[in-house]
């Protein structure tokens, strides 16, 4: 059993940073790509970025420049610093992780909202 948990997200005007986290805990042996994908009311869940086991990372256009995302692979967590935030970057983010020989999981989500 594997489980992915989001943290940090909040409301925040827009301009401003947050920074989301995400542990995977459970059984466990190795990690392969790690993502973040959000989804907005009315919307469809789009990813927004991955980062995998070596470090290779890719970015939707929207958020190339003002997102960045990392992981620590000895505490099986994936980051997410966001910069310049914007209204249109409201949404329930959640984070997904190629698990090896359990499978692909998401997380629950983490809410952000952007709003002066």
């Known amino acids: 059993q594997v489980q992915l948990v989001e943290s940090g997200g909040g409301l925040v005007q827009p301009g401003g940073s947050l920074r989301l986290s995400c542990a995977a805990s459970?059984?466990?042996?190795?990690?392969?790509?790690m993502r973040w994908g959000r989804q907005a009311p009315g919307k469809q869940r789009e990813l927004v970025a991955e980062?995998?086991?070596?470090?290779?990372?890719n970015y939707v256009d929207s958020v190339k420049g003002r997102f960045t995302i990392s992981r620590d692979n000895a505490k099986n967590t994936v980051y997410l610093q966001m910069n310049s935030l914007k209204p249109e970057d409201t949404a329930v983010y959640y984070c997904?992780?190629?698990?090896?020989?359990?499978?692909?999981?998401w997380g629950k989500g983490t809410q952000v909202t952007v709003s002066s």
């Open positions: 997904n992780a190629d698990i090896f020989s359990e499978g692909n999981y």
């Open positions: 459970g059984s466990i042996f190795s990690i392969g790509a």
């Open positions: 980062i995998t086991s070596s470090g290779r990372t």
